[in-house]
Structure formats: C-alpha cells, structure tokens
C-alpha cells in the first residue's frame, strides 16, 4: 500500500551517478546492481516513510532527517506528513569521514 510519494532531490540523483561512474570502472553490472538496491530499498519509503532511523540530532537543522542504510550507502530523507512526500536528500557513502556530510 502506497502511503507517500518518493522524490528525490538533484542532488541525490547526483549522489548515485558519482557511485555509478566510480564503480563502472571496475564493474558495469556490480555498478548498476549498486544503484539498483539503493534505489529498491529507498522503495520502501512508499510504504513505509518512518521506517528509517533518526539521524543524530545534533547534526539537525529545521529538517527531521531519516537514513536508510544499504550495502555502504545511507539514503538521507525527510518525511513530510502532510504532503504525504519523502524527500530524499542525498545519499552518502559511510566509507567517508561523516564530518563531510552536509545536507
């Protein structure tokens, strides 16, 4: 049952062509399985928009923001209740240093 709609931000999309390109170096097909299973489990924000944890809220600004975490990547959103809308704002490589995580 779809309860929210999924939108993501420029630079989300941005976001998962770097981890594409940086892959398809090595690896085509594991590239596009990579962005694929990014892209399925943040599917599941449709049905299930509080799903994912709260990030740290010292970190917060006026936004409540969420993570999913796959494989290496955490998917970073907002749930808007009221136009029943995830954001999502970017989706970041736990491999780096979190300081560099700026939303």
Not at 39 to 65: H, M, T, V, W
Not at 73 to 90: D, E, F, G
């Amino acid at each position: 049952m779809k309860v929210a709609q999924v939108i993501w931000s420029n630079e989300a999309l941005n976001d998962l062509e770097i981890i594409y390109d940086f892959l398809a170096e090595k690896s085509p097909q594991a590239a596009q399985r990579i962005v694929e299973s990014i892209l399925s489990r943040a599917g599941q924000l449709e049905s299930f928009p509080e799903s994912g944890a709260r990030l740290d809220p010292i970190k917060l600004n006026e936004n409540d923001y969420r993570y999913l975490v796959e494989g290496n990547y955490k998917i970073i959103y907002t749930y808007r209740i009221l136009n029943r809308v995830v954001y999502i704002a970017t989706v970041f490589d736990t491999r780096f240093d979190p300081e560099k995580l700026v939303i």
